[in-house]
């Protein structure tokens, strides 16, 4: 099994050679894939020089990879791994058109609200497209959702140094169509993970798992980044942990009437939460660093979907408008 996956998707291209692409093009690489990637500036020039690497508990690994700021330079691609953050991604799917071919597979391992979000799925709301995502269909011009599968990331990287990433906990991807179909490919491209060394699982539906993950990420990435606290210091406060429930539970309603029920209540949520400790978000990280931040993948569309579902989600609204403003005094939405 591993060997047929691997020859199925042969040529693998990583757009977006951060925290999450990196480990997943240097597993991919050890796999016997032939890895390319598409990056710049300085992370290209150490990945040209040193290859990808990975640091974890048992040392540093490298895996040579080609490497190009031109998608066109590296050609049709089996499998393409989109893994930037949410609003790099309109320039980046116009971008990568060269890498695509009739049968080339996007996964597309990112946080948030992905724009193929309601492609075959949603009752009454199936093919809206997001405003908050894609307002005015670039993304899905450039890549058709025939392309894509759908990816849940459940581990915690960084990245130490441009093509340097660290590996810090969690070793599962959730894959699946975005129509809940469990077609040849999905089954093919989890047996290539399985091969590369993740826990892969083929999802009964991708966008059940991607509203779990995003029940949690929408209320402590913010938080953290208005307030530069780590997700102990958050759930330690009773009043924030108090408002953080309510900003999840008006998301379990939406998820709710959209088919994608969570059994769960926020306080089994922040149970396994602290159990991780003194993490520190991607969002507080791309604060820290002067980066963008992921608000509307995460939030935005979230308060988009609930009005076109006619919930109210008055601490939702609220806590959007904090996290933009404080995004945007710092130039960083």
């Not at 999450?20 to 990637?37: D, F, M, N, P, Q």
């Not at 695509?100 to 597309?108: A, I």
């Not at 938080?223 to 999840?248: C, K, Q, Y």
């Not at 919930?311 to 960083?332: D, E, Q, S």
């Amino acid at each position: 099994m591993a060997q047929m996956t691997t020859n199925l998707f042969k040529k693998v291209c990583i757009v977006g050679a951060g925290a999450i692409g990196g480990w997943l093009g240097l597993r991919l690489a050890h796999a016997g894939c032939e890895v390319s990637v598409v990056a710049r500036g300085v992370a290209l020039d150490n990945i040209q020089l040193h290859g990808l690497r990975l640091q974890s508990a048992s040392g540093v690994e490298s895996a040579a990879v080609r490497a190009s700021n031109t998608p066109v330079a590296l050609g049709v691609q089996d499998l393409v791994v989109i893994a930037v953050k949410a609003q790099s991604l309109p320039g980046a799917a116009i971008s990568i058109t060269p890498l695509l071919g009739p049968d080339t597979v996007v996964l597309t391992a990112m946080n948030g609200i992905p724009w193929w979000f309601f492609h075959g799925f949603g009752g009454y709301l199936e093919g809206t497209r997001l405003q908050a995502i894609d307002p005015h269909g670039e993304i899905s011009a450039a890549i058709p959702t025939s392309h894509v599968v759908g990816c849940v990331v459940h581990a915690s990287c960084s990245v130490d140094e441009p093509g340097l990433v660290r590996h810090n906990m969690g070793n599962k991807l959730i894959v699946g169509e975005p129509s809940g179909a469990k077609t040849d490919r999905v089954r093919a491209l989890a047996g290539l993970l399985s091969a590369s060394g993740f826990e892969a699982v083929v999802s009964d539906q991708i966008q059940a798992d991607v509203w779990y993950k995003l029940w949690g990420n929408m209320t402590f990435n913010p938080v953290s980044a208005i307030t530069g606290a780590t997700t102990d210091l958050i759930l330690g406060d009773p009043l924030v942990r108090e408002f953080i429930s309510s900003v999840m539970l008006e998301a379990r309603d939406i998820g709710a009437r959209m088919g994608v029920p969570i059994a769960q209540d926020p306080e089994d949520r922040h149970a396994v939460t602290m159990k991780l400790g003194a993490m520190k978000t991607s969002m507080l990280q791309d604060v820290e660093a002067g980066k963008p931040v992921e608000l509307d993948a995460l939030v935005t569309a979230v308060k988009e979907i609930g009005d076109l579902v006619g919930l109210p989600m008055p601490h939702t609204n609220a806590l959007l408008g904090l996290a933009r403003l404080h995004a945007r005094v710092r130039g960083l939405y």
